[in-house]
Nanobody, 121 residues
Framework: QVQLVESGGGFVQPGGSLRLSCAASGSIYSINVMGWYRQAPGKERELVARVTSGGSTDYADSVKGRFTISRDNAKKTVYLQMNGLEPEDTAIYYC???????????????WGQGTQVTVSS
């Protein structure tokens, strides 16, 4: 089975930094997109950042200039470097991947279990 395992969440003061990691494992033929979403209490899940296998990136306007997404295709891992964290960044962060399990399969979406990020003084 395909699994996405996140790590790196935690508690940080405003202005601090965290680095999230997500490693994909299992039967994987190719990965088209990996990214990060977040969901705060009472709010809808929103896209934070994503990166394609070719290196193209997209960011939410609220995190541009503060967050950086990157990936290691060989390791099937995506990272999110978060700098200048603000209380509004507090949420559960979910890893996302669109991938193909086998050569003749269609692409499907997969989600990690989430990791908590709390920004507070």
């Amino acid at each position: 089975q395909v699994q996405l395992v996140e790590s790196g969440g935690g508690f940080v003061q405003p202005g601090g930094s965290l680095r999230l990691s997500c490693a994909a494992s299992g039967s994987i033929y190719s990965i088209n997109v990996m990214g990060w979403y977040r969901q705060a209490p009472g709010k809808e899940r929103e896209l934070v950042a994503r990166v394609t296998s070719g290196g193209s990136t997209d960011y939410a306007d609220s995190v541009k200039g503060r967050f950086t997404i990157s990936r290691d295709n060989a390791k099937k891992t995506v990272y999110l470097q978060m700098n200048g964290l603000e209380p509004e960044d507090t949420a559960i962060y979910y890893c996302y991947a669109r991938l193909r399990k086998r050569r003749y399969y269609r692409d499907n979406d997969y989600w990690g279990q989430g990791t908590q990020v709390t920004v507070s003084s």
